[in-house]
């Protein structure tokens, strides 16, 4: 080796220390500094996937602080459902119900005439006609508070006037689920 360096002088030493260190560059590039950043690389990406996850849990967390009190506000809106759309149609309970709310609202009921019953989109349907006796207001306030407790459907009706007092027929459908 001594003898080797002792032959190159001056212009070709340079020369040839400089090739030395380009090799020695390239192979530091190609050995060491390329698999190092590639590392660097695969673990940044693992950190922001754990960050997102992390987010993640404390967004949920956050819209569910909570568990008993989402459970019990859960179970509330699933019997609030229930109610909307029963199991058993009840339409003595309906009637009864319609009867409460005549009362409350100082609406005469002059005659309730059930329907015959049908299955449509897999609930069962039973028409009824109501023939009532009220003013304007009391008619939208009970018409209103109807609506809220049970899924039903309003079908038409006609409305006559007689000196203040509004006579109304209405027909209306009520729904349960059907039975298998």
Known sequence: MRYCLGRLK???????????????????????????????????????????????????????????????????????????????????????????????????????????GYVVAGCRAHPIDLTLETDYFSLLAFLREVEGDRFLRWEGGTIESDEGKLTCRLKLTIFALAKP
């Open 10 to 116: 001056g212009k070709n030493l340079v020369i040839t220390s400089l090739a030395v260190a380009c090799l020695l560059a390239t192979l530091f590039w190609v050995g060491v500094h390329e698999p190092l950043m590639a590392e660097i690389e695969a673990t940044d990406a693992q950190q922001k996937n754990i960050a997102q996850a992390e987010i993640d849990l404390e967004n949920f967390l956050n819209r569910h602080p909570d568990r008993d009190a989402y459970t019990a506000e859960l179970k509330a809106r699933e019997s609030y459902l229930a109610g909307l759309l029963p199991e058993e149609m009840n339409e003595s309970d309906f009637i009864a119900f319609l009867e409460r709310k005549a009362l409350r609202h100082g609406v005469l009921i002059l005659g309730v005439t059930p329907g015959e």
